[in-house]
């Protein structure tokens, strides 16, 4: 009878989409290779990761990073405070609540009590500075994210379904719309819709009800194609980028 | 556009582009009382990461200089033919490109939204020293967020995540298999990584 030691290890993820004003929590025990990790990327698709170091546990992290190209940025330690009171304090002010909703995160415990998680975010809110900055206040929404409602993909299946178009090519180039699946489904006239039908097909969901329910929207605007024309053609072509153009009149 | 820097700026210039490491004693002198007093500074400065490039605000245009004057030049001019050198008396030769305001937007978005770079740009404080005024990365676009996001055009999202990991002592497993059973657990368990990895080199 032989013994194996494994380090029992837990990855705390914290994602803050500033356009979006979302906050994204998940905590998830994870094996040597991080393969959880790599699925949620894949999902995620984050431009920047903060870590409190690149070296020793973090190194494997490190590199799954870069093979997924994710920009990795090293803040101090202590930043990834343990001690929840002062990030719990930040998500009260950043946090919107309903009216009669008690103002206090402490409401969301189910997200709260992911004290890995937490020191994640408590790092990234520190990095991104968001508490300075009195437009953020009170608009955030804070939920956990569930990979278990999308298909596991990896960079690798990413990459040789070729999904994705390069990135950088522009949505009007014949490179974005014939290179790629995301390209060839993407039609979209708004800066929001290329967003969602990024993030669509980035997360193809598992759900049988949720994906007829997609379907049936869909169905209504085939059937519907004078309602449909009209839409695309007039209407959303003067529809400006809601969430960039909110922060700025915010400023 | 003339570039006659003084020694003294080159200096500056060279020690926030270079990438290498750099320890300067710099001393200057001035008059008082007919008596030359010597002042030292201690200037030292953390090496600039590869993944950084920096712009010097000259107000109506800016510039690079070594590494990242030649990046520039790539991916604006598509030809290292535009970088310039400066090589006033007693200093090192640095290189340099100047930059339009528009060319300096086309190169902030290349930057940050395609290649992912940071961005530090540095103005001029009223004691002629080089101080950061604005900083942004792939995930942090707030400073630049007006110019980026003008053109309707833009549509990558900017999420930026944080990453801890918690490690807790040492989760022990007991391997008491046959070696056709352990084949026949690989098989039926795929989602435990841990055991498959390590059990399969028991098999090998």
């Known amino acids: 009878m032989t013994e194996y030691t494994f380090p029992n290890q837990t990855v705390g993820v914290a994602c803050v989409e500033q356009h979006e004003r979302l906050i994204s929590l998940s905590e998830f025990d994870d094996d040597d290779f991080f393969a959880e990790l790599e699925a949620m990327l894949v999902v995620l698709a984050p431009k920047e990761c903060v870590l409190p170091r690149t070296d020793g546990e973090y190194a494997r992290i490190h590199t ?11 803040v101090k330690r202590a930043d990834f405070t343990a001690d929840t009171t002062g990030i719990v304090q930040d998500l009260n002010n950043l946090l919107y609540f309903e009216k009669g909703q008690q103002e206090s995160a402490h409401v969301l415990a189910d997200v709260t009590g992911q004290l890995v998680a937490m020191s994640a975010l408590a790092a990234t809110v520190k990095y991104l500075g968001l508490v300075e900055d009195s437009c953020n206040l009170g608009h955030f929404h804070l939920g956990l994210l569930n990979l278990k409602r999308f298909v596991h993909l990896d960079a690798a299946a990413v990459y040789a379904l070729n999904l994705l178009p390069r990135p950088g090519t522009s949505p009007a180039s014949a490179a974005y719309r014939w290179q790629s699946i995301l390209g060839v489904l993407d039609r979209c006239r708004t800066p929001q819709g290329h ?3 990024a993030q669509w097909v980035k997360q193809p969901l598992r759900n049988e009800a949720i994906i007829k329910e997609r379907h049936d929207i869909v169905e209504c605007f085939v059937e519907a194609s004078c309602t449909r024309t009209d839409l695309y053609d ?6 400006p980028d809601v969430m960039v153009s909110d922060a700025s009149w915010c400023a | 556009m003339c570039r006659c820097e003084s020694t003294k700026t080159v200096h500056q210039l060279l020690q926030i582009s270079g990438t290498g490491n750099y320890i300067l004693l710099v001393f200057d002198w001035f008059w008082s009382s007919s008596l030359i007093h010597l002042r030292f500074r201690f200037v030292s400065h953390h090496q600039k990461p590869a993944t950084t490039v920096r712009f010097f605000d000259r107000s109506d245009y800016y510039s690079l200089h070594a590494e990242d004057a030649l990046l520039a030049a790539k991916v604006i001019f598509k030809s290292v033919a535009g970088v310039k050198t400066m090589a006033p008396p007693n200093a090192d030769e640095l290189q340099y490109i100047c930059l339009s305001r528009g060319n300096f937007e086309l190169m902030l ?9 940071r961005v530090e740009v540095y103005t001029k404080s009223a004691k002629s020293e080089w101080t950061v005024e604005y900083k942004a990365s792939p995930g942090n676009l707030t400073a630049f967020e007006s110019l980026l996001f003008q053109s309707n055009e833009v549509v990558s999202g900017t999420s930026i995540i944080g990453l801890f990991l918690k490690v807790e002592g040492a989760r022990r497993v007991s391997e008491s298999f046959s070696h056709a059973q352990v084949v026949l657990c690989c098989t039926t368990c795929p989602r435990t990584n841990h055991l498959k990895s390590n059990m399969w080199y028991r098999i090998i």
Request: charged share 25%.
């Open chain 2, 109 to 117: 978005r290349e930057l940050l939204l395609v290649q992912n770079y």
């Open chain 1, 195 to 197: 967003r969602l039908m």
């Open chain 1, 234 to 239: 007039n209407i959303l072509r003067k529809m």
């Open chain 1, 64 to 74: 799954l990073l870069e093979r997924n190209s994710v920009m990795v940025s090293v």
